[in-house]
């Protein structure tokens, strides 16, 4: 039973199109994040959801935009793709507070952008 | 703003070996959180070793241990009699505790190779 689930593993679209990427947690934890991992395999936060609420929102694009419909599930919504947005991108869960043991991440979704 | 400086992009050891990952930080907190984590090729990020700033005791998971030096702004991981399935990215990761924000900073990653 995945923890942190995210769908799909793999894209690959064209210039332009818009994609999603969803994921969805189990854990009960109250925190959720959006991390990219670059060609150089550098992870950087990109946002993060409070139960529903947001927390960190990074200098990202705003062709960027994160949606969480609840504590559980935190979605994120590519516009116009571009070659730079290839990339891995990670969601993550994690319990705040003294009981923050860390995040557990999704499996990665690598975006590839032709 | 924290940042994590691992100094060794590459290493590789010999099964069975010892061997250890340096990671130094910066940053003006005192109440923090350190990690490492590790992403084999199969790209999952895992968990390895956490290690609360409030307490001296050194974490320990098995195999791998840290040497966290506060005051030098040092968390260095220790992997005992290596094993092939050791062979990853490993990553040293700084968490502030509170506030509101606790998001994770990660270093640049150390390639970590064992080797037959």
């Known amino acids: 039973d995945t923890a942190v689930s995210q769908t799909p593993k793999y894209l690959v679209t064209q210039m332009g199109n818009d994609k999603s990427i969803k994921c969805e947690q189990n854990?009960?934890?109250?925190?959720m994040y959006w991390y990219k991992q670059d060609s150089k395999k550098f992870l950087k936060i990109m946002f993060s959801?409070?139960?529903?609420?947001?927390?960190i929102n990074e200098t990202v694009p705003n062709r960027f935009s994160p949606k969480s419909p609840d504590k559980a599930h935190l979605n994120l919504h590519i516009n116009s793709l571009e070659l730079g947005d290839s990339a891995v991108y990670f969601c993550?869960?994690?319990?705040?507070?003294?009981?923050?043991?860390?995040?557990?991440f999704g499996s990665g979704t690598r975006l590839t952008v032709v | 703003a924290q940042t994590v400086t691992q100094s060794q992009p590459e290493m590789s050891v010999q099964e069975a070996e010892t061997v250890t990952l340096s990671c130094t930080y910066d940053?003006?907190?005192?109440?923090?959180?350190l990690f490492w984590y590790k992403q084999p090729p199969s790209r999952q990020m895992i968990l390895v070793i956490r290690?609360?700033?409030?307490?001296?005791q050194n974490a320990t998971e098995n195999r791998f241990s840290v040497n966290f030096q506060k005051a030098a702004k040092s968390f260095s991981l220790k992997i005992s009699d290596s094993q092939l399935g050791d062979t990853a990215m490993y990553f040293c990761?700084?968490?502030?505790f509170g506030g509101g924000s606790e998001k994770l900073v990660f270093g640049k990653g150390t390639k970590l190779t064992v080797n037959p």
């Open positions: 993550a869960s994690s319990q705040g507070g003294r009981r923050n043991y860390g995040y557990t």
């Open positions: 854990l009960g934890h109250d925190t």
């Open positions: 959801y409070n139960n529903k609420e947001l927390i």
């Open positions: 940053t003006s907190e005192s109440n923090y959180y």
């Open positions: 290690q609360e700033a409030y307490k001296q």
């Open positions: 990761a700084f968490m502030r």
